[in-house]
């Protein structure tokens, strides 16, 4: 059965992309469809509405309009508008080429496109831009790892943390990288730092519980019961601790849990099987 769930995270926000002409900071003479465009405030839909009606004002110079397009592409991807979000950003691109921000917002759109080769080469593309940007290394990490190279994700992470202290999602990618590599202390230390900025992260609960539970350490039964007390109609969080029981000896709580993964979506064929043969199919 599937052994560890990893949740999305937006990595991009809206950037300032006022100021007079020239290319400078936002100043008290912005233009309000440029302030709305760049306000972290804004919805999705006011953003890309107002970003629009920037990009049709002439007096606008090359990297003001790129930074508009990028802030269009950001919204484009918020409202699951992903391939119009590329050709944002490749807008952006072609009149501000090497702009990292628009590079990673790129590779994610791609991602959620399933183009995973052209994401790779986005984010790596970022890095070179600008390898102070940590959501680029970040990026990076989690294709590698998806690519089944954990070690190369570990260094990546390594790099994004620190760039950026105390970031929940890189701790927990940094615990999936090391959990697939079976250094479990590690991973769970790493769990347990995303759980600190979190303590309700059921996804980062249930990973710790395996880690733990891989390691032979206590607390695994902990985390998968908090994970099913924040989440109790999440199959896979069932199913962990279905194995865990099964492991430790306890069929009957096992079989309850494996029964109850299975009513709440759980499709791996191992589970149905047993499921299956529980109830005497």
């Given at each position: 059965?599937?052994?560890?769930?990893?949740?999305?995270?937006?990595?991009?926000?809206?950037?300032?992309?006022?100021?007079?002409?020239?290319?400078g900071?936002?100043?008290?003479?912005?233009?309000?469809?440029?302030?709305?465009?760049?306000?972290?405030?804004?919805?999705?839909e006011?953003?890309?509405?107002?970003?629009?009606?920037?990009?049709?004002?002439?007096r606008?110079?090359?990297?003001?309009?790129?930074?508009?397009?990028?802030?269009?592409?950001?919204?484009?991807?918020?409202?699951?508008?992903?391939?119009?979000?590329v050709?944002?950003?490749?807008?952006?691109?072609s009149?501000?080429?090497?702009?990292?921000?628009?590079l990673?917002?790129?590779?994610?759109?791609?991602e959620?496109?399933?183009?995973?080769?052209?994401?790779m080469?986005?984010?790596?593309?970022a890095?070179?831009?600008?390898?102070?940007?940590?959501?680029?290394w970040?990026?990076?990490?989690?294709?590698?790892?998806?690519?089944?190279?954990?070690a190369d994700?570990?260094?990546d992470?390594?790099?994004?943390?620190?760039?950026?202290?105390?970031?929940a999602a890189?701790?927990?990618?940094?615990?999936?990288?090391?959990?697939?590599?079976?250094?479990?202390?590690?991973?769970?230390?790493?769990?347990?730092?995303a759980?600190?900025?979190?303590?309700?992260?059921?996804?980062?609960?249930?990973?710790?519980?395996?880690?733990?539970?891989?390691?032979?350490?206590?607390?695994?039964?902990?985390?998968?019961?908090r994970?099913?007390?924040?989440?109790?109609?999440?199959g896979?969080?069932?199913?962990?601790?279905a194995s865990?029981?099964?492991?430790?000896?306890?069929?009957?709580?096992?079989?309850?849990?494996y029964?109850?993964?299975?009513?709440?979506?759980?499709?791996?064929?191992?589970?149905?099987?047993?499921?299956?043969?529980?109830?005497?199919?």
């Open positions: 059965m599937r052994r560890l769930i990893f949740p999305a995270v937006a990595l991009l926000g809206l950037v300032a992309c006022g100021g007079s002409s020239g290319g900071g936002k100043s008290s003479m912005t233009p309000e469809y440029l302030r709305i465009c760049s306000d972290p405030q804004s919805t999705p006011e953003a890309l509405r107002f970003c629009q009606r920037a990009l049709s004002d002439p606008l110079d090359a990297r003001q309009r790129a930074l508009v397009q990028m802030n269009s592409g950001i919204a484009l991807y918020a409202l699951g508008r992903h391939r119009d979000a050709s944002a950003f490749s807008e952006a691109l009149l501000s080429p090497g702009l990292a921000g628009a990673v917002g790129r590779a994610q759109a791609q959620a496109l399933g183009d995973q080769r052209a994401a080469v986005d984010y790596s593309a890095i070179t831009a600008d390898p102070n940007a940590p959501e680029a970040f990026g990076r990490a989690v294709l590698l790892r998806k690519a089944g190279r954990p994700a570990v260094r992470l390594d790099r994004a943390l620190a760039l950026r202290r105390n970031w890189a701790h927990f990618e940094r615990g999936a990288a090391y959990y697939a590599l079976g250094r479990y202390g590690e991973a769970v230390t790493d769990f347990s730092a759980l600190s900025q979190n303590p309700d992260d059921a996804a980062a609960l249930l990973n710790r519980g395996l880690a733990r539970s891989a390691q032979g350490a206590s607390g695994a039964r902990s985390d998968f019961d994970a099913i007390r924040i989440a109790p109609e999440w896979p969080a069932y199913a962990a601790r865990w029981h099964e492991a430790e000896g306890r069929i009957e709580a096992a079989n309850a849990d029964l109850r993964a299975y009513e709440l979506g759980v499709t791996d064929p191992a589970l149905i099987e047993r499921v299956r043969r529980m109830s005497g199919g």
